[in-house]
């Protein structure tokens, strides 16, 4: 099956701690990007990675990490830095750039600080 | 002025009439504009593509798209109650086709009532 994968569903933290949530797919796409979506609210975009080895901030990288050391793979690390992380967080992937291409959507992690 | 703008829900609607939602958007340069549906906990799917001024039909959704008045819409013909959710509009701002990212709107929440 094509697609792609986040894990865990759902994570729990403790204030301090870092957490990574991990984003894996095989559609072969290029592109990578990391959304936050609060309850009522769209999407905002943390970090985007055109090609492997390099990735830009999006709107609200602050407390946020990420790498890009494979073109399958896109991890993203929620810092102690981050004030208010509960959220759900959506991974995403694209063929190409956003411009032209169309973005597909994982699952989803639920990340609650306890 | 919010870079992605939608109409104000929830819209409601009786199954088999047409939902009509809204999107305007500030940049006049934007070349790029999809619309999700997100079902509830769930994370966003890809319903439409447009990139050109006019009219996109497939099956019982239709895109439309007027670049000089700025806007943005989905029709949905014979409505289901399926089609409850929230529809989320999303445009390439800030650039043209080679630009990375996507901005977001905040969602319309669509109920279809039987």
């Known amino acids: 099956d094509g697609g792609i994968t986040q894990s865990p569903k759902y994570l729990f933290r403790k204030e301090g701690q870092n957490v990574t949530l991990s984003c894996e797919q095989n559609?072969?796409?290029?592109?990578m990007y990391w959304y936050r979506q609060d309850p009522g609210q769209g999407l905002r975009l943390i970090y985007y990675?055109?090609?492997?080895?390099?990735?830009q901030k999006g709107d609200i990288a602050e407390g946020y990490s990420v790498s890009r050391e494979k073109k399958e793979s896109f991890p993203l690390t929620v810092t102690s830095a981050q004030k208010n992380p509960t959220a759900f967080y959506l991974c995403a992937s694209s063929a190409g750039l956003a411009g032209n291409s169309e973005q597909f959507f994982g699952p989803g992690t639920r990340l609650t600080v306890l | 002025q919010k870079e992605v703008e939608q109409n104000s829900g929830p819209l409601s609607v009786p199954e088999g009439a047409i939902a009509s939602l809204n999107c305007t958007y500030s940049d006049r340069g934007s070349q790029s504009f999809f619309w999700y549906r997100q079902y509830s906990g769930k994370s966003p799917e890809l319903i439409m593509s447009?990139?050109?001024?006019g009219d996109k039909e497939d099956g019982r959704f239709t895109a439309q798209l007027n670049k000089a008045s700025q806007y943005v819409s989905l029709l949905i013909r014979d409505s289901q109650p399926s089609d409850s959710a929230t529809y989320l509009c999303a445009v390439n701002i800030g650039g043209g086709t080679s630009y990375g990212k996507l901005t977001f709107g905040q969602g319309t929440i669509l109920t279809v009532h039987p």
């Open positions: 990675s055109q090609i492997v080895n390099d990735f």
């Open positions: 447009i990139y050109s001024n």
């Open positions: 559609l072969n796409h290029d592109a």
